[in-house]
């Protein structure tokens, strides 16, 4: 069993920079490859990015890459994902999710434990 809980979400202005974590416990945080994924209002829940398990691969969505960045700490089994440049369509409610699988995964039905969600709100 592994509990998320992400944090780090507000309102910020386009162009903006935030940096989201995700607190992991439970199961062994370094064991597990991460997700980022994100749902707006309206719309299907969106893969964003992903870390392996040993954070030697990453994998992004079109949207983030250039943008985004993540990378995590197994040593405090947490999981960031940097955001730059900002964008009104990259608002929407943040998830953290883990999987079992080596490599990162796009999909979500592929990831097994999910975070409640922060919310990212982007003004202009």
């Known amino acids: 069993q592994v509990q998320l809980v992400e944090s780090g979400g507000g309102l910020v202005q386009a162009g903006d920079s935030l940096r989201l974590s995700c607190a992991a416990s439970g199961r062994t945080f370094s064991s597990i490859t991460m997700g980022w994924f994100r749902q707006a209002p309206g719309k299907e829940r969106e893969f964003v990015g992903g870390i392996s398990w040993r954070g030697g691969s990453t994998s992004y969505a079109d949207s983030a890459k250039g943008r985004f960045t993540i990378s995590r700490d197994n040593a405090k089994n947490t999981v960031f994902l940097e955001m730059n440049s900002l964008r009104n369509e990259d608002a929407a409610t943040y998830y953290c999710?883990?999987?079992?699988?080596?490599?990162?995964?796009?999909?979500?039905?592929?990831?097994?434990?999910w975070g409640k969600g922060t919310q990212v709100t982007v003004s202009t």
């Open positions: 999710a883990a999987t079992s699988w080596i490599g990162v995964t796009r999909t979500a039905a592929t990831y097994t434990y």
